[in-house]
């Protein structure tokens, strides 16, 4: 049997996930990778190290976080090429998830270095695999974009995808993410998974709004992931643009500005007002052509 997870004499980066909370979903094969690399680069050192420390590793420990990514990456790139190992870890999960990464895989990918993933935590995965929702398809969306416009127009674009959508959220931003979701994707029933791996580990399942009820009862604090289960009508064709839906109402129907909102929010599930500026906009346009 040859082992991928041997560290040879070429240069190899190995990208090692870390527990999401519980430090007993740390890999037999993470603990000696880490142990055997040449480098460590963490997102976090300060935070790494007492991971480290836990499981006896001591290594050389340099960071790489998304604002000295391109410098940092630059300097690993070189410790690869003398043929050294260097093992890539983030503040918890899987390195390239919703975390640092991509860019250091992708140079040393492009300059034929060895890339090695260390497979463990995941909490994108970890809360699909006891969501209860569809699993055989399914959407991973990282972060919604915190404003609002540019959340709703996210969860919009998602809206026709066929099988489980799953999303990481802030947890002071989940009630207004719940409301968004609400106006424009309609009551489909979701999951939060909250605190996976640790001692309040929970989930709460139920339709939109039985679980924005739920969160209002009290702060939810932690981490969390939320999974929407995909909707009725779910293949891509049959969900048509906002804009399209507003022209074809406004221009082929000839309706007003007011009944093509009141249209278009029923149909594309997303709020009046959105519709209505919407509306007014591309009317205004038009008008003025
Ligand atoms: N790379 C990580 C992974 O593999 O899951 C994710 C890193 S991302 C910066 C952090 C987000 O992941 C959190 O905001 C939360 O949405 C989710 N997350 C991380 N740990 C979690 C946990 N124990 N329970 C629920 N969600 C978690």
Redesign the pocket.
Same mark, same amino acid.
Not at 93 to 122: F, K, M, Q, W
């Given at each position: 049997m040859t082992d991928a997870g041997t560290v040879a004499s070429g240069a190899t980066l190995y990208i090692v996930?870390t527990p #999401?909370?519980n430090l007993e979903d740390m890999t037999y094969r993470a603990v000696r990778i880490l142990g055997e690399v040449d480098l460590i680069a963490a997102e976090d050192t300060r935070h790494s190290l007492k991971l480290l420390n836990h499981f006896n590793i001591s290594k050389p420990l340099t960071s790489y976080f998304d604002h000295n990514q391109q410098f940092k990456g630059e300097r690993i790139l070189n410790t690869l090429r003398q043929g050294k190992s260097v093992a890539l870890i983030? *503040?918890?999960? /899987?390195?390239c #998830?919703? *975390?640092p990464g991509y860019h250091l895989v992708r140079d040393a990918v492009a300059e034929g270095i060895t890339v090695i993933p260390i497979p463990g935590?995941? =909490? =994108?995965i970890a809360?699909l695999s006891a969501s209860g929702l569809p699993s055989d398809t399914f959407t991973f969306a990282g972060?919604p974009p915190a404003r609002q416009g540019k959340r709703r127009t996210f969860l919009l674009n998602l809206a026709g995808l066929p099988g489980t959508i799953l999303l990481? @959220?802030?947890p002071h931003r989940l009630e207004e993410c719940l409301r968004d979701m609400l106006d424009v994707l309609g009551e489909r029933q979701i999951v939060v998974?909250? @605190?996976? /791996?640790?001692i309040y580990e929970e989930f709460i399942r139920g339709t939109v709004s039985q679980v924005m009820t739920q969160v209002a009862k009290g702060k939810v604090r932690? @981490? #969390? #992931?939320i999974l929407v289960a995909p909707g009725e009508v779910t293949p891509a064709e049959t969900v048509e643009p906002l804009d399209g839906i507003l022209l074809r109402l406004l221009d082929e129907e000839g309706l007003s500005v007011k009944d093509a909102a009141r249209r278009a929010a029923e149909i594309s599930g997303i709020s009046r007002n959105q519709a209505y500026t919407e509306a007014l906009r591309l009317k205004n346009t038009s008008e003025s052509q």
């Amino acid at each position: 049997m040859t082992d991928a997870g041997t560290v040879a004499s070429g240069a190899t980066l190995y990208i090692v996930a870390t527990p #999401v909370g519980n430090l007993e979903d740390m890999t037999y094969r993470a603990v000696r990778i880490l142990g055997e690399v040449d480098l460590i680069a963490a997102e976090d050192t300060r935070h790494s190290l007492k991971l480290l420390n836990h499981f006896n590793i001591s290594k050389p420990l340099t960071s790489y976080f998304d604002h000295n990514q391109q410098f940092k990456g630059e300097r690993i790139l070189n410790t690869l090429r003398q043929g050294k190992s260097v093992a890539l870890i983030s *503040d918890a999960g /899987t390195p390239c #998830v919703s *975390d640092p990464g991509y860019h250091l895989v992708r140079d040393a990918v492009a300059e034929g270095i060895t890339v090695i993933p260390i497979p463990g935590s995941c =909490a =994108a995965i970890a809360a699909l695999s006891a969501s209860g929702l569809p699993s055989d398809t399914f959407t991973f969306a990282g972060f919604p974009p915190a404003r609002q416009g540019k959340r709703r127009t996210f969860l919009l674009n998602l809206a026709g995808l066929p099988g489980t959508i799953l999303l990481y @959220e802030a947890p002071h931003r989940l009630e207004e993410c719940l409301r968004d979701m609400l106006d424009v994707l309609g009551e489909r029933q979701i999951v939060v998974a909250r @605190e996976l /791996t640790k001692i309040y580990e929970e989930f709460i399942r139920g339709t939109v709004s039985q679980v924005m009820t739920q969160v209002a009862k009290g702060k939810v604090r932690g @981490e #969390v #992931v939320i999974l929407v289960a995909p909707g009725e009508v779910t293949p891509a064709e049959t969900v048509e643009p906002l804009d399209g839906i507003l022209l074809r109402l406004l221009d082929e129907e000839g309706l007003s500005v007011k009944d093509a909102a009141r249209r278009a929010a029923e149909i594309s599930g997303i709020s009046r007002n959105q519709a209505y500026t919407e509306a007014l906009r591309l009317k205004n346009t038009s008008e003025s052509q």
